[in-house]
């Protein structure tokens, strides 16, 4: 069973950049596509970015294209999610999700 573990939140002013990590204390991450939602207060939770098993191929909405990139180290058993960019509306909780399993989340804030 893949357990996820997020990390790498924290508070950030408009502009910056943060990454944010998402390991596996389970099986090898590799075997799965992996993705990484938000959750913003009093929103539904939403895809921001997606890598597939198969051909590593990515997936980005239109909201965060360019400005945020997903890879995975599987020597580290960890996907990355790299923002640029920060905004304001980026503030959420960022989880990332595979087969199945969620993580706990980890909170990113912008705000200056």
């Known amino acids: 069973q893949v357990q996820l573990v997020e990390s790498g939140g924290t508070l950030v002013q408009p502009g910056d950049s943060l990454r944010l990590s998402c390991a596996s204390s389970?099986?090898?991450?590799?075997?799965?596509?992996i993705g990484w939602f938000r959750q913003a207060p009093g929103k539904e939770r939403e895809e921001m970015a997606c890598i597939s098993q198969t051909d590593g191929s990515t997936y980005y909405p239109d909201s965060v294209k360019g400005r945020f990139t997903i890879s995975r180290d599987n020597a580290k058993n960890t996907v990355y999610l790299q923002m640029n960019s920060l905004k304001p509306e980026d503030t959420a909780v960022y989880y990332c999700?595979?087969?199945?399993?969620w993580g706990q989340g980890t909170q990113v804030t912008v705000s200056s």
């Open positions: 389970g099986e090898p991450l590799d075997d799965y596509t």
């Open positions: 999700y595979s087969n199945g399993n």
